[in-house]
């Protein structure tokens, strides 16, 4: 039927259709469904890259992304962007503090999209890291690193890639990385620590859909390891609800998940209220401490933030 096709199209990205879709299926909530949390929210992936705005043109001026943070409870955010000058510019503009948002910077290896396949043994991205790492921002040092993209895992032991790791766990800084369960593991090997130390967010912890049991078996294996949970495949469920082995997965792991946008295209930052929404949403459904710490206190406690 059309209406149907209708629903499963728009089912990520409209969840006023959610509550349409339990009416006529005849589906309630029931007196026991929880509310969606409330509290304060990390954004701990997003980008803020030129095609929103380039400093003088865009779509998506200071003022717009601001808003759309301000508007949906995000008080804090793990900004890269390609080129630098969008983090940048987040950091340095009073707006963002009249906002209530905290910016925390990491370096983006691309300079434009051509970086993207070759960053991991292009000696002048190394360069460029550690020029920005020299110069930080307005909001203060560099935090981390990334995000960064490995479409070949092999490539995690390009020459470029092996350094960077390096030197994230030599000055503490955090990885953030798309890349596949495979590649978790080459990376963490080239750090000195043997992944022991290496302070990694996983973005999207596994966009291929890598099992839950691999990547329970990818945190056991490294302590450190953080997952960020956009574009995860199989997360979430009927209404929204977390799934029944990632609902276990994240009980298992409580401080090890985070949340973030991945506005990688202008259309991320067109949905950034629906995408938050949606988070709210299976947040709500766990026990509060815990949707808390998703929320906010485990990217708060990578580096060092206080609640807002
Ligand atoms: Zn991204």
Request: aromatic share 12%; hydrophobic share 45%; net charge neutral.
């Amino acid at each position: 039927m059309a209406w149907r096709c209708f629903f499963e199209r728009n089912w990520p990205v409209a969840p006023v259709h959610w509550a349409f879709a339990a009416l006529i299926s005849g589906a309630s909530a029931g007196p026991a469904a929880a509310a969606d949390y409330a509290g304060p929210l990390f954004d701990a992936h997003l980008h803020y890259n030129t095609e929103a705005w380039d400093g003088r043109a865009g779509p998506h001026p200071l003022e717009d992304v601001l808003a759309r943070m301000q508007r949906n409870g995000v008080r804090a955010i793990v900004a890269n962007s390609r080129p630098n000058d969008g983090s940048k510019a987040l950091a340095a503009s009073p707006l963002t503090r009249q906002a209530g948002v905290s910016v925390v910077p990491f370096v983006r290896l691309y300079r434009d999209r051509a970086d993207y396949d070759n960053w991991f043994r292009d000696e002048s991205i190394y360069q460029m890291v550690l020029t920005e790492l020299a110069a930080g921002t307005a909001a203060g040092p560099y935090r981390g690193i990334g995000e960064f993209h490995l479409y070949d895992s092999a490539n995690a032991n390009g020459p470029v890639a092996k350094k960077l790791m390096a030197l994230a766990e030599d000055k503490g800084l955090v990885v953030l990385a798309h890349v596949d369960d495979v590649a978790i593991d080459l990376l963490m090997a080239n750090t000195p620590s043997k992944g022991q130390k290496a302070r990694l967010i996983w973005a999207h912890t596994g966009i291929g859909g890598a099992s839950v049991a691999r990547v329970d078996q990818l945190f056991a294996k490294y302590p450190q390891l953080v997952g960020e949970l956009s574009y995860r495949p199989g997360l979430t469920c009927e209404g929204g609800k977390l799934c029944p082995e990632w609902r276990t997965l994240l009980l298992k792991y409580p401080t090890r998940f985070v949340i973030g946008s991945d506005t990688w295209v202008n259309q991320r930052w067109q949905y950034y209220d629906e995408l938050m929404k949606g988070y709210r949403t299976w947040l709500g459904d766990l026990p509060p401490a815990m949707a808390r710490g998703i929320a906010w206190d485990n990217a708060a406690g990578l580096f060092g933030m206080k609640q807002p």
